[in-house]
């Protein structure tokens, strides 16, 4: 099994430019996520999704789109970027509810 | 409101000292908990969780972590710190039926050889 996998690892974008950031997964798990990473400040939910057809927001959406059809993919699109989502992105996955999480490598985005 | 905190920002250690990591949690009943460890550059991974049932957990790498109920703590211990261990340790905590997770802000450990 992959397990996680995202693409890019890298990228850069310029202001007002839009990009979709890649995550899927091979386990078969209902619950998908993305998460931003920013110094001091941990993990933040961006968006998750508990099956195909289902999505619904984190704790900080504004500036992100996300969609599942199927239950290996969670794209997570940036509309029109900004230096403020200049951040490492992370997309997770996870059997159930609750249950633990299986991180992707992450997306290291720069936003000019 | 729930919330997770790791009071400390950065620990540094000798290498085959000991080493605790602290997390607290609010929450009214008992959620999840999970420890886990980003190396840089790297994503996360799951040294260990708890449940239920018995309150000291077993992890990989030679962690352990105790849960304590009555001081709302879930923290991270190893007897003897390898160089290796340098990485930042995050936790969290799920709440079982649902789909939410709050993540710590994190802990960067720093070994000294």
């Known amino acids: 099994n992959a397990g996680v996998t995202q693409t890019p690892k890298f990228q850069v974008l310029k202001t007002g430019q839009s990009m979709t950031l890649q995550c899927a997964q091979d386990?078969?798990?209902?619950?998908m996520s993305w998460y931003r990473q920013d110094p001091g400040m941990g993990l933040r939910l961006i968006h998750y999704?508990?099956?195909?057809?289902?999505?619904d927001q984190g704790e900080v959406p504004n500036g992100y789109n996300v969609s599942r059809s199927t239950t290996e993919d969670f794209p997570l699109r940036l509309l029109s970027a900004a230096p403020s989502q200049t951040s490492v992105y992370f997309c997770?996955?996870?059997?159930?509810?609750?249950?633990?999480?299986?991180f992707g490598p992450g997306t290291r985005l720069t936003v000019l | 409101a729930q919330s997770v905190t790791q009071p400390d920002i950065h620990i540094t250690v000798s290498e085959g000292a000991s080493l605790e990591l602290r997390c607290n949690y609010s929450?009214?009943?008992?959620?999840?908990l999970f420890w886990y460890v980003q190396s840089p550059g790297q994503g996360l991974q799951l040294l260990l969780k708890y449940f239920s049932g018995d309150t000291l957990v077993q992890g990989i790498k030679g962690f352990e972590a105790e849960f304590k109920r009555s001081q709302s703590s879930f923290n991270l211990r190893k007897p003897s710190v390898h160089w290796s261990d340098a990485a930042e340790y995050f936790c969290a905590v799920g709440f079982g039926g649902t789909y939410k997770y709050i993540f710590g802000t994190g802990t960067r450990l720093k070994v000294l050889a």
């Open positions: 997770a996955s996870s059997p159930t509810g609750g249950a633990e999480q299986f």
């Open positions: 999704s508990v099956g195909a057809g289902i999505t």
């Open positions: 386990m078969n798990h209902e619950y």
């Open positions: 929450y009214g009943a008992t959620p999840y």
